[in-house]
């Protein structure tokens, strides 16, 4: 295992650390249990937003915390939910008043502990809303989930939901346009190779050297099938069908394009998709309005990409262009 | 070799048709030759600034190019200068009346193609200012590069002078203050692997599954020596001891650190290494007063990262923090 890292088992406290040191001017981080909030939360008046789930997906979730995305990430060992407790101090920090929308991926561990979180608040008077977020076409029931994976859509989705909740929109509000950006959105993805947990040591999967896997999840899981490395334009329209007939998107949508690195792949590859992609959408007379390239929802250094299309409205677009101030897209101070 | 790509020949112009199609409302792509330029080039009265190299640094130049960085970035095939033609268009394109600056790495090709283009400017009534960015420690001499390579400080650069460029400063005065951030900036890198050349086909070089090169040229150039891979700790005080010892870097400095990734590695261990950065400043008694932490100066997919420290002063602060506006730090429109 080649990693930048010392003690498999101090990778997350000492990112968190580096975090805390490199951005005290967005979020505080707090340690035992692990939880990252914007540095001037809780917000009067404003619904909280917390997000969470295991390390290892960096920016997400903790890179998305500051003005006008998350006000709290819960970040667990790498590919691990995050517990309870952390979810709860996490609620607790962010509490402004208005109540808390707690953004849930679709995995058996962080869906069931985000419950048990919203109980253990509801406990102490705060009102939490949950929204599951499961937009991942490749399969159904996986390792670690009943249903679909909640993968790309949530990092849109956080912005989003992010946006309205800074506007001071009450959190029934907040939630349905959360719930909105769920349905209207879904993803795939694919690996080139695999990843390696630190404290395992050791690859999650073997893929043969000149072979890929299209519908991978996140944490490594197995997707659809395996087969041979294609070319970019045979890889860009493998992802991008499934996911068009599934909404389905259909002529004269407008959709936000998300080509998504998984952490090894570099950026002039994720361009090169991005180019594929648009030649797909624009043949069905689909309309890419807003795109986002980049590595956002990682899986350690795998190598390879995925694509996630949400089919946009006015007030999304709206919400989409807010500003926002998060460690994951910071320039200068 | 398993990429994202199609045909390796094809890789750079496929990118920038990417880039073209994702992001019109910033910048102009032109091919044939291949240059980049902002939307709104020329700006009238503002001191044009040109960088550019061999393209598989990404998003180092294309994606600085927009409001409050650079006007043009001329991308070669990968790893490959690009030509005094393509820089001499983009030089035309960007020119406002005000001269151009021309930002260079240092590496042989790139240092007399530029000069080659800035002769030809010359001849058509353009004046033409260029600085050589020269900050990597590691090595005196190396392949490609008599002296030592131009790395991590030419991402500072670009958007110190940028901003200075952009409050309309004179020729003069951007290549001075551009100069200066070169000169106040040092660098050292290393990789866990190497990275694939797409015609190439195979890997640079081949470095053992146990070991790490030290000092590393960002097109996998030799470094200063191999050894066992050791810990994010070891590695940051091998990298950080030679940059802080050469300005020399001195108590009560206050620097802007940024810690790059190589384009294989996650942020997650990059936050890592600015934890082991910030102790090793802050025992010296610097105090880090800016950070940049992620992948902005890349080997294509290799894996490791780039320390590089920058002396700031109230000028270089003030330039630093001001707006920009550019595709690698895009969100939303």
């Given at each position: 295992m080649k990693k930048l890292i010392n003690k498999p088992d101090d990778v997350v406290r000492e990112e968190l650390e580096g975090i805390q040191i490199a951005h005290p001017d967005m979020v505080k981080?707090?340690?035992?249990?692990?939880?990252?909030?914007?540095?001037?939360?809780?917000?009067?008046?404003?619904?909280g937003i917390v997000s969470g789930g295991g390390s290892g997906h960096e920016p997400l979730h903790?890179?998305?915390?500051?003005?006008?995305?998350?006000d709290a990430a819960c970040p667990g060992a790498v590919f691990t939910s995050?517990?309870?407790?952390?979810?709860?101090?996490a609620t607790k920090a962010v509490d402004g008043g208005a109540g808390v929308l707690h953004i849930v991926k679709n995995y058996t561990g962080d869906v069931l502990n985000f419950e048990m979180a919203a109980d253990l608040a509801a406990d102490e008077d705060i009102e939490v809303e949950a929204v599951v977020t499961n937009d991942d076409v490749a399969v159904q029931d996986s390792l670690y989930t009943a249903g679909r994976r909640g993968v790309g859509v949530t990092v849109l989705l956080e912005?989003?939901?992010?946006?309205?909740?800074?506007?001071k929109r009450p959190l029934k509000d907040v939630a349905e346009i959360a719930r909105r950006?769920?349905?209207q959105g879904r993803s795939m993805g694919m690996a080139l190779t695999s990843c390696t947990v630190p404290t395992a040591g050791k690859p999650t999967f073997d893929l043969p050297e000149d072979e890929m896997e299209i519908g991978i999840g996140i944490h490594g899981e197995p997707g659809r099938s395996r087969m041979k490395v294609k070319s970019a334009a045979e890889i860009t329209e493998m992802l991008a069908t499934p996911i068009l007939e599934d909404l389905p998107f259909e002529e004269s949508d407008e959709v936000l394009a998300f080509v998504n690195g998984m952490g090894g792949t570099p950026l002039i590859e994720l361009y090169i998709i991005y180019n594929e992609l648009s030649k797909i959408l624009d043949k069905r007379g689909i309309k890419i309005v807003r795109n986002l390239i980049g590595p956002y929802i990682t899986s350690l250094e795998m190598a390879g990409c995925?694509?996630?299309?949400?089919?946009?409205d006015e007030e999304l677009l709206h919400l989409w262009d807010a500003p926002v101030n998060v460690p994951a897209l910071r320039w200068g101070i």
């Open positions: 981080v707090f340690f035992d249990p692990n939880y990252i909030v914007r540095a001037d939360a809780p917000v009067e008046g404003k619904v903790g890179g998305f915390v500051g003005m006008g995305m998350l995050p517990t309870p407790d952390q979810m709860l101090e912005k989003i939901a992010g946006a309205a909740a800074e506007q950006v769920n349905a995925s694509i996630t299309l949400l089919k946009m």
